[in-house]
């Protein structure tokens, strides 16, 4: 048998390993050599460095864009990508971008140093960073954070982003991968020691407690002056307070730390809509504070439409379309605020408006820094200064100290106020009890003279009375006396009558009686008798009814039987043509012999008015509650002129002259329908007749109130 020999594809595979090996060797002395060649770029860490202070990594950055964002570890740290990194002076800034950023930079302890550290980056804005330490074996170690990663899985718990590395003796090189979705990216780094990271974070947490409770004291204080001083204007600050709090917990990572640890997904989203909300709050205040509505309309109206804007873009931002909304919420914001203080800075120096400078110092406070923390955020490093999230907590801590002695001014010119108006008032009050006390005493030198003049005119006055009272007696008396021989004289009459009737009765029956003549002069006689019987007996009802002597005898008569009864024994002639319609018995309780005077002298009219071939129908309905009686004639109706007087006592109208009458029969009849709780009215009229109607409650009149 011959030995052994290697197949051809097992050589192959062995050569590709060995020159793999190769490779890799010349790849880790390609690093060391990377790394000798930049030695005084290391960031060299003392045993005292991060304990008091962090040690900042300004100046030792070098950074290396990815507009891909494809690239990995291996093009960076070994491929061509890492001759293009670029040093930084300061911090690592970007405007809104969503390139991905490779930062690096270069540590190595001092031997009596410790080999555990702390890396924290800042602000908590970072959508993704990941960190690549190297392990000492020639690799490197991942660690990934940023506000999309869950809170919980952070090594070090801090609202910043803090990654615990291992730093070697000698110089090793780290890289950082950092990338937003196209907000503005910041990141400034810098090193701790273990033990000066807890106290600091101690610190830290503190002073948060601490603002926070210094803006819970306010919101409470400021709802106080509120209800003290019913002005809402305190409220909307305290309303004010808490939206700023919020959006500094939020932009400082306590949102995502304290609220929202386990969704990391939501954290931009909610970091958004925290700044839409202040955004429409503080719009809404500052053009309250500032009086726009009442300066000039149209500047309330467009700090309305900013606020709605933002109330949109706090929806939005709860949607994935939170990403191009945000450059959008950032320009209104700084236009609205350039447009505010132009507006107050025209209020102050144009229009006088003194009131508004302190308020005005607070706000232009935070609208500096404010502004200028955008544009350093835009334009980064070509912006010198300070980093923008110190400006940020310095320019929420002045504003709200300005804010603050600002309200408490108002306050204080409220009550200087309400001090001023109480003085005017007390002086407006002891100069009107000066002249009240002036008027006092010259009113009652005129109340003498005026008293003294009124006795004069009671004595006057009282002799006058004693004469009226005295010729009322004498009138009362001749009414009386009037009223006696009336009584009389129709008594007197009666007699006469009845036998001027009898006896034109007797000779009508006797045998003259059928002759024409003697038929056409008794008929007169008795139609004369009848009309003046009326007459009298119309004068002693109403004499009654006036005086008020008579009292109503009330009791359950039946309509209908009283109308037949009218109708068939009525003593007039052409009374057969009246015509009763009646729907069947009707019973009102009411006095039988004034009710039958009122009927009788509505169908004396109808009759007397009406054309001798005409008839008159007395119609008899009930309707509710009410008892309706209608007289209606074939006459020629009511004259347009008189509707409005033949209620009236002695009416009688100029065109019926001729027709026989005392003007007592419709005026008696109507005040017997009210004495009884009714009423009597021209129901209809026209040239062809009228209707009178009669209407009466059926269970008679209401008992008058005592």
């Known amino acids: 048998m011959h030995g052994h020999s290697m197949p051809p594809y097992l050589s192959s595979v062995a050569l590709v390993c060995w020159h793999f090996r190769v490779l890799r060797c010349l790849a880790l002395a390609l690093a060391a050599a990377v790394v000798a060649m930049y030695p005084a770029h290391a960031v060299v860490l003392g045993a005292s460095e991060g304990l008091e202070a962090p040690k900042e990594l300004a100046g030792a950055l070098w950074m290396h864009t990815d507009p891909s964002g494809a690239q990995t570890l291996e093009d960076v740290a070994h491929g061509a990508q890492q001759d293009r990194f670029v040093q930084l002076p300061g911090a690592v800034e970007k405007s809104f971008t969503r390139e991905t950023?490779?930062?690096?930079?270069?540590?190595?302890?001092?031997?009596?140093?410790?080999?555990?550290?702390?890396?924290?980056?800042?602000?908590p804005r970072i959508n993704d960073a990941t960190l690549y330490a190297?392990?000492?074996?020639?690799?490197?170690?991942?660690?990934?954070?940023?506000?999309?990663?869950?809170?919980?899985g952070r090594a070090v718990p801090d609202h910043n982003f803090v990654f615990p590395i291992d730093v070697a003796p000698e110089p090793r090189a780290y890289y950082l991968k950092l990338s937003n979705a196209g907000v503005p990216l910041r990141a400034e780094i810098d090193i701790w020691q273990p033990a000066g990271f807890e106290r600091f974070q101690k610190r830290d947490y503190t002073a948060i407690g601490v603002l926070l409770g210094a803006a819970l004291l306010s919101v409470c204080m400021n709802l106080i002056f509120m209800s003290w001083l019913r002005d809402t204007l305190y409220g909307h600050y305290a309303l004010y307070v808490i939206a700023i709090a919020g959006l500094a917990m939020a932009r400082l990572g306590y949102l995502a730390e304290w609220a929202l640890d386990t969704?990391?997904?939501?954290?931009?989203?909610?970091?958004?809509?925290?700044?839409?909300?202040?955004?429409?709050?503080?719009?809404?205040?500052?053009?309250?504070?500032?009086?726009?509505?009442?300066?000039?309309?149209?500047?309330?109206?467009?700090?309305?439409?900013?606020?709605?804007?933002?109330?949109?873009?706090?929806?939005?931002?709860l949607t994935p379309l939170h990403v191009p909304i945000g450059p959008w919420v950032s320009l209104v914001a700084t236009a609205s605020t350039v447009?505010?203080?132009?507006?107050?800075?025209?209020?102050?120096?144009?229009?006088?408006?003194?009131?508004?400078?302190?308020?005005?110092?607070?706000?232009?406070?935070?609208?500096?820094?404010?502004?200028?923390?955008?544009?350093?955020?835009?334009?980064?490093d070509a912006i010198p200064?300070?980093?923008?999230?110190?400006?940020?907590?310095?320019?929420?801590?002045?504003?709200?100290?300005?804010?603050?002695?600002?309200?408490?001014?108002?306050?204080?010119r409220a009550e200087r106020e309400v001090l001023r108006q109480r003085e005017l008032a007390l002086s407006a009050r002891a100069a009107a009890e000066q002249a009240l006390e002036s008027t006092v005493a010259r009113r009652t030198a005129e109340l003498a003279g005026t008293n003294a003049a009124l006795r004069d005119e009671i004595g006057k006055r009282g002799r006058l009375e004693a004469r009226l009272r005295q010729s009322l007696e004498e009138t009362r008396r001749m009414a009386d006396q009037q009223?006696?021989?009336?009584?009389?004289?129709?008594?007197?009459?009666?007699?006469?009558?009845?036998?001027?009737?009898?006896?034109?009765?007797?000779?009508?029956?006797?045998?003259?009686?059928?002759?024409?003549?003697?038929?056409?002069?008794?008929?007169?006689?008795?139609?004369?008798?009848?009309?003046?019987?009326?007459?009298?007996?119309?004068?002693?009802?109403?004499?009654?009814?006036?005086?008020?002597?008579?009292?109503?005898?009330?009791?359950?008569?039946?309509?209908?039987a009283v109308v037949h009864q009218l109708c068939q024994g009525f003593n007039h002639a052409g009374a057969e043509r009246l015509r009763p319609i009646t729907q069947g018995p009707l019973e009102v309780v009411a006095d039988r012999a004034l009710i039958e005077i009122a009927l009788q002298n509505l169908m004396h009219n109808a009759l007397k008015y009406s054309p001798p071939d005409s008839s008159v129908s007395v119609t008899l309905a009930g309707v509710g509650s009410t008892v309706r009686i209608d007289v209606a004639d074939g006459g020629p109706g009511v004259p347009a002129a008189d509707l409005?007087?033949?209620?009236?006592?002695?009416?009688?109208?100029?065109?019926?002259?001729?027709?026989?009458?005392?003007?007592?029969?419709?005026?008696?009849?109507?005040?017997i329908a009210r004495r009884h709780g009714g009423d009597v009215l021209l129901a209809e009229n026209s040239p062809h007749g009228a209707t009178f109607r009669l209407d009466l409650p059926v269970f008679g009149p209401t008992p008058e109130k005592p």
Not at 535 to 542: P, Y
């Open 134 to 152: 190297p392990d000492g074996h020639g690799g490197y170690a991942e660690t990934r954070l940023g506000d999309r990663q869950p809170f919980t």
């Open 385 to 412: 200064g300070a980093a923008p999230e110190h400006l940020y907590l310095l320019g929420v801590l002045v504003h709200l100290i300005l804010l603050n002695v600002a309200v408490a001014d108002r306050t204080r």
């Open 644 to 671: 409005g007087h033949i209620f009236d006592k002695y009416f009688r109208s100029d065109t019926v002259a001729t027709v026989a009458g005392s003007g007592l029969g419709l005026h008696l009849a109507r005040e």
């Open 339 to 380: 447009f505010g203080a132009a507006f107050v800075l025209y209020l102050i120096a144009v229009r006088r408006q003194v009131q508004y400078l302190l308020p005005a110092a607070a706000f232009s406070v935070g609208t500096l820094i404010g502004l200028y923390n955008l544009v350093k955020l835009w334009l980064g």
């Open 263 to 317: 969704r990391p997904d939501r954290v931009a989203q909610a970091v958004l809509a925290v700044n839409c909300l202040f955004n429409t709050v503080a719009t809404l205040f500052m053009a309250r504070l500032f009086g726009f509505r009442r300066h000039w309309p149209p500047a309330s109206r467009c700090f309305m439409a900013v606020a709605a804007f933002n109330l949109v873009a706090f929806g939005l931002a």
């Open 101 to 123: 950023v490779w930062v690096r930079f270069t540590l190595q302890r001092a031997s009596e140093s410790g080999a555990r550290w702390l890396l924290r980056l800042r602000p």
């Open 483 to 560: 009223q006696e021989f009336v009584s009389m004289v129709s008594h007197e009459f009666r007699t006469p009558l009845a036998v001027i009737d009898a006896a034109a009765q007797s000779l009508d029956l006797s045998r003259f009686g059928r002759e024409s003549t003697v038929q056409r002069r008794t008929e007169r006689i008795r139609r004369s008798v009848l009309r003046l019987s009326l007459l009298i007996e119309n004068i002693l009802m109403a004499d009654q009814l006036r005086l008020e002597e008579r009292s109503l005898r009330l009791q359950s008569i039946d309509l209908q």
